[in-house]
DNA sequence: AGTTAAACGAGATTCAATCTCAATTAAATT
DNA sequence: AATTTAATTGAGATTGAATCTCGTTTAACT
């Protein structure tokens, strides 16, 4: 499963006349690890501590690659900074985040989903994604 | 219609013992001037303009007192500046953002607010809000 | 193997946002 | 109306994510 996307990542690469270099597999390969939800330096310091050490800079760069080419897609919980999780399975990702403890649940709609498409056919704009996120409370922290 | 949102203003600040200062009462009409959606730099700039000069940590500082008391709402538009619009009429804003022109469109879809309400129910989350971006090329922009 | 253009790494830079702290000021108290 | 006090302000420093620079390295084509 994942080697077949590795495989994928890697002909997208020279389709493009892009260089297979091991930083950017490495950085492919850690990013699609794991269900996590986690930011360029997160992803730079697992690399470092699995003594695969790529540069920050090469992170950031290939993770703008990852997302140009919809490997991954980002997510913003609004702390200022940019969280990636990989794309493998199909499904769309949707996001309700805890506004105290930052907890992260998915989930997806088609109905809403079916929804955005009229509205923006209705102001004649040609949709490429969307972002949905929703903020509250979870369980545990309900109350606190 | 604006001034008695700016008594609203007021009367938030002395329920909450916060001063009422003509900086704050300045960036309070100034947000509220426009249906824009600006950022803390541009209600800098035209403060300044307006020779209603703010410091920029006021400015900062007031836009979140605004946003805490529900006086404006902030919308990202993935360029890594937030922008913020008032929130007089009581109609919710969501966002159909050009990824060319950066062009922004407003809609509301009460359906799509239902589903969301569920979705949070069924995960027992507490919703306080949402934020629904969709992105795509404006008739405009499409083609280009 | 040699060539070349792309990619890398280290560290500098950018820029929005936040923080610091001395000076100021709103508003409660007398 | 003057005094007290605690919050607020402004200027400039700081932070930190993200980007850029540029000399060095390397993938991949011939």
Known sequence: MADKNLQKFK?????????????????????????????ADDIYL????REKAVSRA???????????????SRIDIEDGKWRYEHWLDCTRHDHLICVRCGNIVEFSDK????????????FDYTLVRHVLNLFGYCS???GK
């Open 58 to 72: 090469t992170v950031y760069r290939t993770v703008d690659l990852l997302l140009k080419y919809n490997f991954v």
């Open 140 to 142: 545990d922290c309900r």
């Open 46 to 49: 697992s690399l470092k501590q």
């Open 111 to 122: 109905n809403i989903q079916i929804r955005e498409k009229r509205i923006a056919k209705s």
């Open 11 to 39: 002909d997208v690469l020279r389709s493009e006349h892009l260089k297979v270099t091991p930083q950017r597999l490495a950085v492919f390969e850690e990013v699609c690890s794991t269900d996590d939800h986690r930011d």
